[in-house]
């Protein structure tokens, strides 16, 4: 039984053992021979002082150590709160141990208990909280920036996962916003190597965006058959009397899809490929895409010649 300060000095605090909200305090009572009790806000937890200092350095070094808790069987906790504790020490033990509901990391809690297990140093908490999160598919671009930190110093296996959402759904700008709070040199570092894969991601996207813009060209071109034997007559023509680019001084070839990335490097024989192919595309969107098919093209070509 505890006592307040002050003109009330004498009088004792009535200790709660739960919280009318909440999840259950599983350790408001002595059970199977705990030999320890923390004491946060108004409650009581009693736990095991092997649990402590197996899943906790702080606690192994508080318990164990030269600090005054060593010698004390009832140790007040500052500054924390009841719901977030009371979860960390459903996890400090193994699931078997522990009556009444499980705790289910979502994304309500996941941040408390991760900041918690923080502070005490306890790395399977974090692992395992990391793991549940992604395991049950609740990272998103919202959340994940969140918990990379706690990747970064205790779960290097778990990055990889992670950057495929950062990969996905997380601007550069966040990213490097991200980076530019990073005061621990490694995990700039690991930071600094993520961006490069958001890099390398918008390449490989690119690549592929340009595959996607030929095959619906292709695809868009073939449903007009009238307008495009039109156009090849009017080539048919021009290649009459001009059987070499004026442009680039090579003899005209035919004119398909694939030849654009061969025509890019010369003016008039990238015209002749618009006049083909960009015809019947509404005018409205025409230019927007055409500077689009240059801009992933160029992307994709230097990603394969990177990649040779």
């Known amino acids: 039984m505890a006592y307040s300060n002050g003109f009330f000095a004498n009088y004792p605090i009535i200790e709660s053992k739960e919280p009318l909200n909440g ?59 009841y719901k977030p504790m009371v979860e960390l020490l459903k996890l400090f033990y193994p699931p078997n141990m522990i009556e009444g509901e499980k705790v289910v990391i979502c994304d309500e809690n996941v941040m408390p208990i991760l900041e918690l297990a923080d502070e005490f140093q306890a790395v399977n908490v974090i692992k395992q909280c990391i793991d549940d999160f992604i395991n049950s598919d609740q990272v998103t671009s919202q959340n994940v920036l969140r918990i990379l930190p706690y990747a970064f110093r205790y779960y290097e296996s778990a990055i990889p996962k992670l950057s495929e959402v950062v990969n996905r759904s997380v601007s550069v700008t966040r990213l490097k916003e991200f980076h530019s709070k990073m005061t621990d040199e490694k995990d700039a570092g690991k930071s600094t190597h993520m961006i490069w894969g958001k890099f390398f991601h918008l390449e490989k996207v690119a690549g592929k965006s340009y595959d996607v813009i030929t095959s619906v060209f292709d ?51 990238l015209q002749r490929w618009k006049d083909r192919f960009y015809s019947d595309i509404p005018q409205n969107v025409r230019e927007m895409l055409w500077e689009l098919l240059l801009q992933v093209e160029d992307i994709s070509t230097a990603s394969k010649e990177q990649s040779q």
């Not at 259950?24 to 021979?33: D, I, M, Q, S, T």
């Open 23 to 81: 999840p259950k305090n599983v350790f408001a009572e002595p059970w199977n021979r705990s030999d320890v009790t923390l004491a946060i806000e108004n409650y009581t937890f009693h736990v095991h002082k092997s649990i402590l200092t197996m899943q906790s350095p702080v606690f192994e070094a508080m318990l164990n150590g030269h600090f005054k808790e060593a010698w004390q069987s009832r140790i007040t906790l500052e500054n924390k709160t």
């Open 219 to 269: 695809h868009f071109v073939r449903q007009m058959p009238f307008r495009l034997q039109v156009a090849d007559s009017r080539l048919q023509i021009v290649d009459l009397f001009n059987p070499i680019c004026e442009g680039c001084g090579r003899r005209i070839a035919s004119v398909n899809l694939n030849s654009f990335a061969g025509m890019k490097g010369c003016k008039k024989c």
